[in-house]
Every structure is written in structure tokens, then in C-alpha cells.
């Protein structure tokens, strides 16, 4: 005699939920071992600090600041990026990748995912087949900086950039990307959001909440520093100074042509290596962008990060004042004109478009959880052989760049498979 109805409902149900907890359980665990915890101390190092990068041999020595007027300089091919979060990172990383597959270049990769496991300082140990005394051209997926590991990656003479972003600006942008993965914002209940948690963001936010970084002085963060630190504390000045010490040209999301100038001249690169489209961008949201009151609020909530912008906000003028103003402007207008000339030749449209739209998977950005946001492009059906090659690298995304210069990304695939399943 078959169960009754009743009976077979509940066991079905007891079944889904034993299920439904096997499947969370393996979620949290994946999700564990890709996020790694937050460690606010100074990282640990890796055991082999004392075998620095050794340069092969024959391997030809870095140049110092090269001058674009001077003749003779040799093009810099080893580069540290800190890859900040939202400062259109993902357009200069395109750059870098761009350069260094061109001339054969060797990267630090990441092992298994497409940053070097951040939140968590960055080690030697992280970069996928180290070896003690391994020596690396170019390094630029998102860390959490950690100069000396670092250091020892690169030859001596390697060239350090980052890029900054007025911090209002960046902090809006961070809370519409990284939101959904912050628990703290969830308890906020109006429709916008930013501006709730803004009006009192003591009420909501707590340092040692679940990526809270993402949510206070995020530049200060990815930096290596301390994001809470009180304002006026002399260490605050002390790092700032640290920062402009070590890194050899600080670019400004703002002012990014003359950045790129700048970067051209430093690296003595042509024109054809800093050609791009901006990648990763976010589709305009409904809600108003941040203004007066706010905007003064999203700053003095960032206060470390403006004290950092505000500082390589008056060096960045200093050298385009050194670079030459006429010069700068001349320069400009070329590589826009350059940019203008690939847009019509690759771009299909001429303009980015949203993901449903993008009709090439190998074309299509990461999304933040639960939210298709950023937009994408459509390659050209016809392009000349002249530009195929170079079109379709401009706009391929940062992950599916990765995958292309090999490198191991199974953790990355892995978790956009389950997000696809399950609709995330």
C-alpha cells in the first residue's frame, strides 16, 4: 500500500532541505577558500625573503625616468601596478596586458582566481609556480599591497604606478558594486541607499564586519595601511609619504589621458601601446549621483583616502607643469584621436552596450552578484587584418584576458558556473 500523499510531501520536503544544506555547505566552503579571511596586521612574509627576483642573465638593466624629448631611451617592460578597486584599473591592466604579451613578457599570476587572494596582504607564495629567486616583468591583479613581497618579485629597478580616484566619487562606486556582498548594508531599507547610510554611517558600518573595506578609505586599504585610522594621527602623513616614495608615477582616474601621457613618457612607450576603451564600466544607476551634501559626507566619511588624493592630486599637476602644458594638451589630443580612429574601426555600434546585449560570450565583463551593471562591447563582424588582432584585445575582458596569457583560473570558473546555475 503506496504512503500517503501527506507522508510523500513531507519526506520530499525533509529531502530538499537535507539537499539544500549539503549544496549551502559546499557553497560556504568554496566561498571560504576563495575569499580568505581579513588580517588587519602586517602579513606574514614568505619564508624565502632573503631570495630576492635574480635577473637572468644578459637580461638588459632598467632605465631610469625616461624623457619622451630625449632620444635613445629603451622602453621599460618591468612594471608593478597596484590594482586599485573602481578607479578604472581594469582599462590600464588591459594596457599592461596588451604590452606584455607583445613582447613576450612574464606575469605573476594569481593561483586559481583572478586576484592574489585579497582581502588578505599579498605573499611570494601567492603567485602561481613561485620558486625562490623567480624574477617577473609585470604584476597587476588586485591585492592588498605589501611592498616588500612585492619587491622581491621584480628586478631592481622595476617601475611601481597605481591610480587613485576622488574618494566620494569611489566610495559610491564601491557601494553599488561591492553592496550585495557587504552584510551591512542589507539592513538598509530605502530606495537609495547611499544616501541612507550616509546620513549616519556610524549607525551601520562596523570595521570588522564582512568585507566592510569595501565600505571606508579603500585606497588607504588596498595600499597596506590601516583604513581606520584617526585622520590626524601623524602615521597617516607618514604613509602618504611612504607611498609617493615608492611608486615611481601616481595616475588619477580623472585626468586619465594625461595619465597615460605621463605613464607613455615614463615607460618611453608609443603611442599605440596606451590606445583603449574603457573596460568595466557601470551602467548609469537610477539613483542620482552623489551631490553637495552628500558628496561632502562621502568625502569626510573617506577622510584617509581624500588626505592620500589630495596630496597626488598637487604632485600629478607638478609633473604635467614639468611635462609641459602645450606639450600635455598636444599629446592628449592625439591618443584621443587615436582612441576615436579604433572606436570606429572595432566597436561594433560604436559604443558600450548592456551585457544582454553582447552577443560574444567571450566578450562579456563580470558582473557584480545579483545585478547585470556593467556594460560591455560587440567586436566588429569585418575588420582588417590590420587591426583584428590588436581590436580584439582592446576589448576583451579582464578575466577572459587572464585565461587567454594562461593563466589558471579554475577557482574563478568554478564560481561563475554555480552563479550562472543558480541565476546570481
Known amino acids: 500500500m503506496p504512503p500517503p500523499p501527506q507522508k510523500r510531501r513531507w519526506e520530499s520536503m525533509a529531502k530538499g532541505l537535507v539537499l539544500g544544506a549539503l549544496f549551502t555547505s559546499f557553497l560556504l566552503l568554496l566561498y571560504s577558500y576563495a575569499v580568505p579571511p581579513l588580517h588587519v596586521g602586517v602579513a606574514s612574509t614568505t619564508p624565502e625573503a632573503d631570495a630576492p627576483c635574480s635577473p637572468a642573465p644578459g637580461e638588459p638593466e632598467a632605465v631610469t ?6 632620444r635613445g631611451c629603451q622602453p621599460r617592460r618591468d612594471i608593478v601596478f597596484l590594482k586599485t578597486h573602481k578607479t578604472a584599473s581594469s582599462t590600464l591592466l588591459n594596457i599592461l596586458f596588451r ?7 612574464k606575469f605573476a599570476f594569481p593561483n586559481g582566481r583572478n586576484d592574489f587572494d585579497y582581502p588578505a596582504f599579498f605573499a611570494r607564495s601567492l603567485v602561481r609556480d613561485y620558486r625562490p629567486g623567480a624574477c617577473f616583468n609585470i604584476i597587476g591583479n588586485h591585492m592588498r599591497f605589501h611592498y616588500d613581497e612585492v619587491r622581491g618579485l621584480v628586478p631592481p629597478n622595476a617601475t611601481f604606478i597605481t591610480v587613485l580616484r576622488d574618494p566620494a566619487r569611489l566610495f559610491e562606486s564601491s557601494f553599488h558594486y561591492f553592496g550585495s556582498v557587504v552584510p551591512l548594508t542589507w539592513k538598509l531599507s530605502s530606495r537609495d541607499k547611499l544616501a541612507e547610510f550616509l546620513q549616519d554611517p556610524d549607525r551601520y558600518y562596523d570595521p570588522s564586519g564582512y568585507n566592510a573595506h569595501y565600505l571606508r578609505n579603500l585606497l588607504f586599504f588596498d595600499l597596506g595601511y590601516d583604513s581606520g585610522l584617526d585622520p590626524g594621527s ?14 615611481h608615477l601616481v595616475l588619477l582616474q580623472e585626468y586619465f589621458d594625461e595619465s597615460l601621457v605621463l605613464l607613455k613618457d615614463l615607460l618611453c612607450w608609443e603611442l599605440e601601446d596606451v590606445l583603449y576603451f574603457k573596460l568595466n564600466a557601470r551602467r548609469d544607476s537610477p539613483v542620482p549621483r552623489l551631490s553637495g551634501d552628500l558628496y561632502r559626507r562621502a568625502t569626510a566619511w573617506n577622510m584617509l583616502d581624500a588626505l592620500l588624493y589630495r596630496h597626488f592630486n598637487a604632485s600629478f599637476w607638478r609633473k604635467v607643469e614639468a611635462f609641459g602644458r602645450e606639450r600635455m ?3 592628449v589630443a592625439a591618443l584621443r584621436r587615436a582612441n576615436e580612429r579604433m572606436r570606429r574601426i572595432c566597436i561594433d555600434g560604436g559604443r558600450a552596450v548592456d551585457a544582454a546585449a553582447i552577443q560574444e560570450s567571450a566578450m562579456q565583463p563580470w558582473q557584480p552578484l545579483g545585478i547585470k551593471s556593467i556594460l560591455g562591447y560587440n567586436l566588429k563582424k569585418s575588420i582588417g587584418q590590420r587591426h583584428a588582432q590588436l581590436c580584439r584585445r582592446m576589448l576583451t575582458p579582464e578575466i577572459q584576458y587572464l ?7 579554475w577557482i574563478t570558473k568554478l564560481w561563475k558556473l554555480i552563479r550562472d546555475f543558480l541565476q546570481w
Open 329 to 331: 594638451a598636444r599629446e
Open 65 to 70: 625616468w625616461a624623457n619622451g624629448s630625449a
Open 234 to 247: 601623524p602615521r597617516v602623513q607618514q604613509h602618504i609619504l611612504e607611498v609617493d616614495r615608492r611608486f
Open 403 to 409: 585565461m587567454d596569457l594562461g593563466a589558471n583560473m
Open 99 to 105: 604590452f606584455g604579451q607583445k613582447h613576450r613578457l
